[in-house]
């Protein structure tokens, strides 16, 4: 069965570039982004390093800590942030797994039981490695998205969704479409006009089931 959200991600012990520890350890009381990629030295998943490595601040401002999964090993992983920090101008500070056996790739359901890695393979023997998810201080999974190989993640819209995840958790509201930091948050349906008045203050009935006040500080 697949990991779903809201479920407690395995605690796997992890070989990265950086040392081995264990998921749970890693995450701690921070949240935590693991991002996936099929193969090192592939042109996508250099540019979506450099991404990361350049967010490096971003991160930090959220408390998140950004953990890499690759199908390679140490010693790929760390030749290959040569080029991560070359192309992106930014160090690659964040540790990069090494999962030749594929035991995140299955743990976390983007491979099957029975996937291998063959002699002589490409990145289309692991496709399907090409996920992020978003993890809770919990060790909740709280969001997931998988891509094709062909197509870079925008992380603009990884922050974003971080950022609601945090205002939503943190404060008992939800996040409208193409919601970011700053604009006005849904009040859930679950909490009456008069308790929404004493919490929140004023807001905006636009239906009796969509009501919108000011992010909470």
């Known amino acids: 069965m697949g990991l779903r959200i809201n479920d407690t991600i395995p605690n ?26 099929p193969k090192d ?8 390093f450099s991404a990361v490595a350049q967010l490096a601040d971003e991160w930090e401002k959220r408390g998140t800590k950004v953990i890499g999964v690759s199908v390679d090993g140490v010693e790929d992983h760390k030749k290959w942030k040569g080029d991560i920090e070359s192309f992106g101008g930014a ?6 797994i090494a999962d030749d056996g594929l035991e995140v790739s299955k743990a976390f359901d983007m491979l099957p039981a029975e996937a291998y890695l063959p002699d002589g393979r490409t990145p289309a ?9 978003i993890i809770g ?7 997931s998205m998988t891509y ?17 995840l945090q205002t939503s958790l ?5 996040t409208p479409a193409n919601w970011v930091s700053g604009e006005d948050v849904i009040i859930p349906p679950t909490v009456n006009n008069e308790d929404a008045a004493a919490k929140f203050g004023e807001f905006n009935a636009v239906l009796p089931y969509l009501r919108f006040t000011k992010e909470p500080a």
Do not use: Y
């Open 12 to 37: 796997l012990t992890v070989t990265t570039d950086l040392g081995e520890f264990s998921l749970h350890d890693f995450v701690g009381d921070s949240w935590a982004i693991l991002f996936s990629h």
């Open 41 to 48: 030295f592939t042109p996508v998943c250099t540019t979506e």
């Open 91 to 96: 160090t690659a500070g964040f540790p990069i």
């Open 125 to 133: 023997d692991s496709a399907t490695v090409r996920s992020v998810f």
């Open 137 to 143: 201080p919990d060790k909740q999974l709280k969001l």
């Open 148 to 164: 094709p190989m062909t197509v870079g993640r925008n992380f603009a819209e990884i922050l974003r969704a971080l950022d609601g």
């Open 170 to 174: 943190g404060k008992g509201v939800a």
